[in-house]
């Protein structure tokens, strides 16, 4: 687990440091990152004398670290890492591997591992590297903004003939699988009704295909009732958590609450944001602090059962105070429509709702008012460039993860560029000073 000052090299491998560049962006953000704080703030989760030795801390972070900034699922990191030096550089090798660095299943282990809090200390280093690189700068702590978006699942669009098709074929796998013996199973029945309420619905020939629709759940309700009469002794708690949620299925009404959306992901809800293009997302609220000057991502968090937006102020707030790596204390929010009547009270601490109230302010305040719309493109930057536009992780605990992944990669990205402009920039004025001395000369 420490750190070698001074590491042995293999007479026949290949020193990273040799074949790459050390004005390379990436390269220079390895430097840059402080890896020391993880092994402090992770070493407890690992025990050195049981059990076969553990990957490298700096490796599994530097793995979470590419794969938030440029996009790649668990499965492509560990393949495409073998092919850069420069990811392996990032990751603390010291020589060229050759082989993969672990298998794809022992990230989703290591988050398991950590969990949510755990992955909030690389958030918080992200901006410690930020601070290093001169990309946000401390006094930009003072004011911020905060706003709300949908981080959509990947899930299909759910229809109540897919729920229900789905479920019953689940319940009849199941069933196999305990080798539990159905009266009926309904394969070729069913099968044939949902193709039909598909092309009825497509002709508009409503009545028929409500009727289809009636028949998949009666066709689900028989299946789940035999099941439920056959497995009285049975104790699996799988199959009961099936039931259960058949059963949710069946009694759930067009204008319930909490609904069921999907059956691999439950925990989705469906959230209106008033879209023209999109008027319903299923995901779940995601809300973003970033610094109103600068544009840097200081806090986000996954928030469930769609709470009102100002509600949620109070919570968002402790989380970006525990992530601040300065002394700077925050003076003024500024925020959306969305956050009126928000419970949040502190002293020296101003909440700005932006409306059209706006042309009765003075100047300053007035330029800070518009300087809160710079967060949408924040957002849509921090969904879509991280190569995947809906989330795949599973569960609850997954959504915090990876909300809080989507912004490591955002700030990342950010110290990248300015590393890559810092490097152009050094090379430009070189050029310009080679070319003035041979004029002079």
């Known amino acids: ?33 402080d890896w020391d704080a993880f092994e402090q703030r992770f070493g407890k989760f690992y025990c050195e004398d049981n059990g076969r030795p553990a990957k490298s801390i700096r490796l599994m972070v530097g793995l979470h670290y590419l794969k938030a900034v440029f996009g790649q699922s668990d499965e492509n990191v560990v393949e495409k890492w073998v092919e850069n030096p420069y990811w392996q550089y990032f990751c603390g090798e010291k020589e ?20 949510a809090e755990g992955l909030e200390k690389l958030l918080e280093e992200t901006i410690a590297s930020g601070l290093k690189l001169k990309v946000v700068k401390p006094h930009q702590f003072k004011k911020i903004n905060v706003d709300t978006t949908v981080m959509e699942k990947a899930i299909s669009f759910p229809t109540d003939a897919k729920l229900y098709h789905k479920m019953r074929k689940k319940l009849v796998s199941l069933a196999q699988e305990n080798k539990i013996e159905l009266r009926q199973t309904y394969t070729r029945k069913a099968k044939r009704a949902f193709l039909m309420q598909h092309r009825y619905l ?21 299946v789940m009732r035999d099941l439920e ?50 008027k319903y997302e299923f995901g779940c ?49 500024f925020c959306d ?38 967060i949408e493109p924040v957002i849509s930057h921090m969904k879509n460039d991280n190569g995947t536009h809906r989330n795949h992780l599973l569960g609850t605990s997954g959504d915090q993860m990876n909300a809080i992944l989507m912004a490591c990669g955002f700030n990342l990205r950010k110290c990248l560029k300015a590393l ?21 000369n």
């Not at 020193?15 to 990436?26: A, H, P, T, V, Y």
Request: glycine share 4%.
């Open 1 to 33: 687990m420490k750190n070698q000052e001074m590491p042995q090299y293999n007479l026949f491998c290949i020193s990273l440091e040799k074949i790459c560049d050390s004005g390379n962006s990436l390269y220079r953000l390895a430097n840059t990152i």
């Open 96 to 115: 060229f591997q050759y082989t993969f660095p672990c298998e794809p299943t022992s990230l989703v282990k290591w988050r398991k591992r950590i969990r």
């Open 202 to 222: 497509h002709a508009r020939h409503l009545k028929r295909a409500k009727r289809e629709l009636k028949k998949l759940k009666v066709y689900l309700g028989r």
């Open 229 to 278: 009469r056959k497995t009285k002794g049975i104790e699996d708690s799988s199959l009961k958590e099936m039931l259960h949620l058949a059963s949710r299925l069946l009694q759930q009404k067009r204008e319930g609450k909490n609904k069921i959306y999907s059956l691999h992901a439950p925990e989705v809800e469906c959230i209106a944001k008033g879209k023209s293009h999109k």
């Open 285 to 333: 609220k995601v809300s973003v602090v970033t610094s109103s000057k600068g544009n840097f991502i200081l806090g986000t968090q996954a928030l469930h059962h769609n709470p009102y937006d100002g509600h949620t102020l109070k919570e968002v707030l402790n989380q970006v105070e525990n992530l601040n790596p300065t002394s700077i204390e925050l003076q003024e929010i």
């Open 337 to 374: 429509q969305g956050y009126r009547g928000h419970n949040f009270k502190e002293k020296n601490v101003n909440v700005h709702i932006v409306g059209p109230q706006r042309k009765k302010l003075n100047l300053s305040l007035r330029k800070w008012f518009r300087r809160r719309a710079a």
């Open 420 to 440: 890559s402009f810092w490097l152009k920039k050094f090379l430009l004025e070189s050029l310009s000073q080679q070319q003035f001395l041979t004029q002079s």
